[in-house]
């Protein structure tokens, strides 16, 4: 056997065993939550990327339960902020407080200093806690009293807000939602999701165990980053976004009125990171369409502005973006498994090529 068809085989090994751990993680959330497949994954996708998430949905639907409970498994530092209409930024961030044995002052730093900040309900900020959020998202750090502290690592930010909230509401500006790499819609359950939530819940709630740690974690951010993107993959990617932007040259012109403002180049770079975590999970080093695919919709929903007739019509985001996924083809992947001369028992692992 040669010593690129050995390096091959350990490499699938390798990724084999990430995928199995990945897997042990995602169900040991699934012991508590029933259901809500999509939103735990995409939870994991968002830490395998270093992407912050937003959760939307009404309450009670388990996202501060989901949220928790992943941190659990996930292990690292585990915080809780609760957001309401009265917050200052010295509450979430620190502040500086005077001690009189020092004859000076000393920093006091705030509760966001952990792996994972749950941020309940972050649209009832007012805005200087938002700006304060904006810095520790974007930078990772916190500028208190003319000094930079910055935030562990890993990092990664959770937010929740509910979609039919009225009273003491600040909308999220769009510079803050594009700071989110995902924004997940969390559905009512299905109906035998509900009896099985009636059932596991109503006499002795189960609980998570953990399966990583920070190391572990920063080891599977750096193999997410590894992850290969091909040529024609990338170029799929830049033309998803550019869609957005001018989809009368996709053959879309019926979106030129819909659409006010398309997708960032964030939403580009976070299509690829978001992609090669899902790779990452699904056992593979290398990135299919059907990956950009399926992470699409919570990359690039938030980061659309719809014009005003789109709004008054009820159109949502979410379905321009799976109508903009249905219009742009994809490269198709062609596989190559070539067997190893003079060794038919030994396999290459098959890899794609694009065209």
Not at 247 to 259: R, W
Request: hydrophobic letters at 40%; one cysteine or more; glycine letters at 6%.
């Amino acid at each position: 056997m040669s010593s690129a068809t050995q390096g091959q085989q350990q490499t699938q090994g390798a990724n084999q065993k990430v995928a199995q751990l990945l897997g042990e993680a995602i169900s040991q959330v699934q012991r508590v939550i029933v259901g809500q497949e999509h939103m735990v994954e995409q939870l994991m996708v968002g830490l395998l990327a270093k992407g912050h998430i937003l959760l939307e949905g009404v309450p009670g639907v388990a996202k501060t339960l989901a949220v928790r409970s992943f941190a659990t498994v996930v292990g690292g530092e585990f915080a809780r902020i609760q957001f309401t209409p009265d917050l200052v930024p010295s509450d979430i961030v620190g502040t500086r407080i005077y001690k009189a044995s020092q004859e000076g002052f000393d920093v006091e730093l705030g509760p966001v200093f952990v792996n994972f900040v749950l941020a309940d309900e972050i649209n009832r900020a007012p805005a200087k806690v938002q700006s304060a959020m904006l810095e520790l998202m974007a930078e990772k750090q916190v500028s208190i009293g003319g000094k930079t502290h910055p935030a562990p690592n890993p990092f990664i930010v959770i937010a929740t807000q509910n979609p039919v909230e009225s009273e003491g509401v600040y909308p999220l500006p769009e510079a803050q939602r594009d700071r989110f790499l995902l924004k997940v819609d969390v559905p009512y359950p299905r109906g035998n999701e509900e009896f099985e939530i009636l059932r596991r819940m109503s006499v002795d709630p189960p609980s998570s165990s953990p399966v990583l740690n920070p190391e572990i974690v920063r080891d599977l951010q750096r193999r997410a980053e590894d992850v290969f993107v091909h040529n024609l993959v990338a170029e799929y990617i830049v033309r998803l976004v550019l869609a957005t932007r001018t989809p009368g040259e996709f053959n879309m012109p019926d979106l030129t009125s819909v659409i006010q403002i398309g997708c960032s180049p964030r939403a580009t770079l976070g299509l690829v990171a978001a992609a090669r975590a899902l790779a990452l999970i699904h056992g593979r080093d290398y990135v299919l369409p059907t990956d950009v695919q399926s992470v699409a919709r919570d990359v690039m929903s938030h980061r659309l502005v719809l014009g005003f007739d789109a709004v008054a019509d009820n159109i949502n985001p979410a379905q321009v973006v799976e109508r903009i996924v249905a219009m742009v083809p994809p490269p198709t992947p062609v596989w190559n498994n070539n067997q190893q001369q003079g060794s038919p028992n030994h396999q290459q692992a098959p890899q794609p090529d694009f065209h």
